[in-house]
């Protein structure tokens, strides 16, 4: 019989402890979603390097919010240890205190999604922050508050990645392979879903998402992208 393939048991696993530990989180990014959505905001996400990939999980895909969009950062993650280069980003950024905003982090430590965090916290706005709780707390911050990101979030989704991200070892290697925190688009649909389930007891329609690939989906986008173009297309 053919040996198991450890990744997939990995993440299985994973997958089991996020849905027990982090069910309480979960629920409270879904209502800061759904309540800032029905005032008329939006949901905003920013993850630099690796990190994007789950950025993009909330914004511009299938069965996802219209009402979303991903700040994106030009530089790739390239300047993410420079200090003001986050301060830099957010002066074309438009954040109001009406919007949700999402930063991913595996560690939390530099000083780009740092000061993004900074500038959403100033606005006024909730700030839902994606980390490996454990593994940053053993951290220092790069950035001279001293402050780690974790540290100005409303609501935290720890996506239990263990320090250094890769979790598999193979004989023969001195260093881990295959990183976890890529799990954190999985915490992120399940909160898509929390706060779409949400609004929709609070009797009000959330702008979803449907497939250009679908026949009648790019009509129905345009139809209602008219009410937030001004916003998601804006930097």
């Known amino acids: 019989m053919m040996e198991r393939n450890r990744y997939f048991e990995t993440i299985e696993n994973l997958l089991k402890r996020l849905e027990n530990s982090q069910r309480e989180s979960i629920h409270q990014a879904a209502a800061f979603i759904a309540d800032a959505i029905m005032a008329g905001g939006i949901l905003q996400s920013f993850g630099s390097g690796h990190s994007y990939a789950a950025a993009i999980e909330v914004a511009g895909r299938a069965g996802g919010l219209f009402a979303a969009k991903v700040i994106k950062d030009p530089a790739m993650g390239i300047y993410e240890v420079l200090e003001g280069s986050g301060s830099i980003l957010m002066r074309k950024v438009e954040v109001l205190p009406e919007d949700v905003v999402i930063i991913i982090s595996n560690s939390g430590r530099n000083p780009l999604p740092i000061e993004i965090a900074m500038k959403v916290k100033a606005v006024g706005a909730k700030l839902i922050v994606v980390t490996s709780l454990d593994a940053s707390k053993k951290l220092t911050s790069r950035h001279s508050s001293g402050k780690r990101l974790y540290e100005f979030a409303d609501v935290i989704l720890d996506n239990l990645s263990v320090e250094g991200d890769a979790a598999v070892a193979v004989d023969g290697l001195p260093v881990n392979i295959c990183g976890t925190s890529s799990i954190a688009a999985a915490l992120l649909q399940a909160t898509i879903l929390e706060a779409v389930e949400l609004m929709l007891k609070r009797g009000y329609t959330p702008p979803v998402r449907l ?16 009410q937030y173009k001004q916003r998601i297309y804006h930097l």
């Open 211 to 226: 497939s250009a690939n679908v026949d009648g989906g790019t009509e129905r986008s345009l139809e209602i992208e008219k």
